[in-house]
């Protein structure tokens, strides 16, 4: 079964940047998209980008000119360039493997996100 591992995740101050990666054990079948999701304590789970095998990507309003999802092989890496942080944006960081056909979605373990003031 295809597992998958976020890193990159950290403390960093309020203006600051990450660079999360997500690697799956093996090229994932079926992948319809890459998204990254980020929970932070008490809230619900928020999609904060997503990026298609076609390349198209798209984001919320509230991470839109600061985060930036890529990849350079799309079955098996995703990445999360997030820039001018701030402290809302701390967070549980999730990757997430959307497939088709109805097959199972495949989800990260989570790296931690923190941003201080």
């Known amino acids: 079964q295809v597992q998958l591992v976020e890193s990159g995740g950290g403390l960093v101050q309020a203006g600051g940047s990450l660079r999360l990666s997500c690697v799956a054990s093996?090229?994932?079948?079926?992948?319809?998209?890459w998204d990254w999701y980020r929970q932070a304590p008490g809230k619900e789970r928020e999609l904060v980008a997503s990026?298609?095998?076609?390349?198209?990507?798209n984001y919320p309003d509230s991470v839109k000119g600061r985060f930036t999802i890529s990849s350079d092989n799309i079955k098996i890496t995703v990445y999360l360039q997030m820039n001018s942080l701030k402290p809302e944006d701390t967070a549980v960081y999730y990757c997430?493997?959307?497939?088709?056909?109805?097959?199972?979605?495949?989800w990260g373990r989570g790296t931690q996100v923190t941003v201080s003031s």
């Open positions: 997430h493997a959307n497939r088709k056909f109805g097959l199972k979605d495949v």
């Open positions: 990026i298609t095998t076609a390349g198209n990507t």
């Open positions: 093996t090229s994932i079948f079926a992948l319809n998209a």
